[in-house]
């Protein structure tokens, strides 16, 4: 009986890579992300004004699809990874603002202002992790045991970088040189200060190196990608792809202002983690080629109908002379006349290039509903329709039934 009463007290031990520990760091992690509210507004700043840190509209994205991975499939270290990062992020969030009111607005006179300081760095942790995301994918496993080195140089660099940060910031408070800048960063941290030459030695060494790690990671994905197949091979595309989205979105945001920018920001930073949640789960994983293919479709229509309506509103008035309300209306015709012409012409062009089992299936139906109207033998037809089916939907097997009255059953498996 002692023997069973162990083992039952073992099986409900609580452990953490488990659904419930996805719930308790979850709670944690959204706890943290609330608190971004109420100190935001101790800091009299807005909740997209975080400083060195990372806004939760970054993070909260990386915080959903972390927990759900680890929730879903906590035997996987990825999830586990994205989430850490997302709660280490809303920490220095939240660490911001409160170093802000404290030692800018109160003059120190908040409580444990000093923990404010030691957590604020927290985004470097969160980076680190995050850098890790891409190399662990999709199964939370290294690719091979030759990447332990680059693991363990990239642990060794973050932590040398934490370890300073967190040797400088424990000096300045017994110091007291707690000077922090508008957005909560302590100054001896920025690497202006001639006094820390070593520190900021490190900073000029730690986020080219970081980048340079990411950048190995994600070129070891793509040649995984060349040797990979099936179900493996549309993971690494939803991962490729969302991370095309998120470069190229952060990069229009990076020339655009206001609102657009921001919306392009706010794409891209999505697009990451949601692909990588789609991959991991196996949601509708096979769509990718579908997904890829409008939205290049889409985005190069959108391109060549704002060059035709800015280039007839410019013909219309500078050349024409033609009212300004005028060259808009025509402008606006013109362009809602060429949408669907152009959209059927260009998702052709793009599905020949990215989505090709899409082309030659519809190519294939195409042909066979050409030669069905000529086609009398209702033999012939049924043959012809199994070669067909087998053509475009590659299914396990297909049979054909034909009743007496010549009415037809297809059934596909």
């Not at 099986?11 to 890579?17: D, I, M, P, T």
């Not at 970081?210 to 793509?222: H, N, P």
């Not at 995984?224 to 099936?230: E, F, H, I, K």
């Not at 294939?364 to 053509?391: G, H, P, W």
Request: aromatic share 10%.
């Amino acid at each position: 009986m002692g023997g069973v009463d162990r083992a039952v007290g073992a099986g409900r031990r609580f452990r953490l890579a488990s659904p419930a520990g996805a719930l308790v760091l979850g709670g944690l992690v959204l706890g943290l992300m609330i608190a971004d509210v109420p100190l935001a507004s101790l800091a009299h700043q807005s909740l997209a004004a975080s400083g060195g840190s990372v806004p939760i509209w970054i993070s909260a994205p990386f915080a959903v699809v972390g927990f759900v991975l680890a929730w879903r499939k906590p035997a996987n270290a990825l999830g586990w990874v994205i989430l850490g990062a997302a709660g280490f992020f809303a920490l220095s969030e939240d660490a911001s603002y409160y170093t802000v009111a404290d030692y800018r607005l109160g003059h120190g006179g908040l409580p444990l202002g000093w923990v404010a300081l030691l957590a604020q760095p927290g985004w470097a942790p969160g980076i680190t992790l995050l850098g890790l995301m891409v190399l662990l994918f999709p199964d939370g496993r290294l690719p091979a045991p030759r990447w332990r080195w680059l693991v363990w140089a990239y642990a060794a660099v973050a932590g040398l970088w934490i370890a300073g940060a967190v040797t400088i910031t424990v000096g300045a408070i017994i110091g007291h040189h707690t000077r922090v800048d508008p957005g909560g960063n302590l100054l001896l941290l920025t690497g202006t200060y001639g006094a820390a030459g070593w520190w900021n030695v490190l900073q000029a060494v730690f986020f080219p190196l970081l980048t340079a790690c990411w950048l190995v990671s994600l070129a070891g994905q793509v040649l995984s990608y060349r040797r990979s197949s099936g179900e493996r091979r549309q993971q690494l595309k939803w991962l490729m792809t969302g991370s095309a989205v998120t470069g190229a979105g952060v990069g229009i945001s990076a020339l655009l202002t206001g609102a657009v920018g921001g919306a392009f920001a706010l794409t891209g930073f999505f697009a990451l983690p949601v692909s990588i949640g789609v991959a991991v789960l196996r949601y509708r994983l096979f769509d990718i080629d579908r997904i890829v293919s409008r939205t290049l479709a889409y985005a190069i229509v959108t391109g060549l109908l704002v060059g035709v309506y800015a280039g007839i509103v410019l013909l219309a008035t500078r050349v024409v002379s033609i009212t300004t309300p005028v060259a808009v209306a025509a402008s606006t015709l013109a362009a809602a006349a060429l949408f669907n012409p152009l959209r059927r012409r260009v998702q052709r062009a793009v599905d020949r290039r990215f989505n090709r089992a899409r082309y030659d299936a519809g190519r294939t139906v195409a042909a066979f509903a050409a030669r069905l109207q000529d086609t009398v033998d209702l033999d012939s037809v049924r043959d012809d329709l199994a070669s067909v089916v087998r053509q475009a939907l590659e299914p396990a097997h297909v049979s054909v039934w034909m009743s007496e009255d010549s009415n037809m059953r297809l059934d596909v498996g």
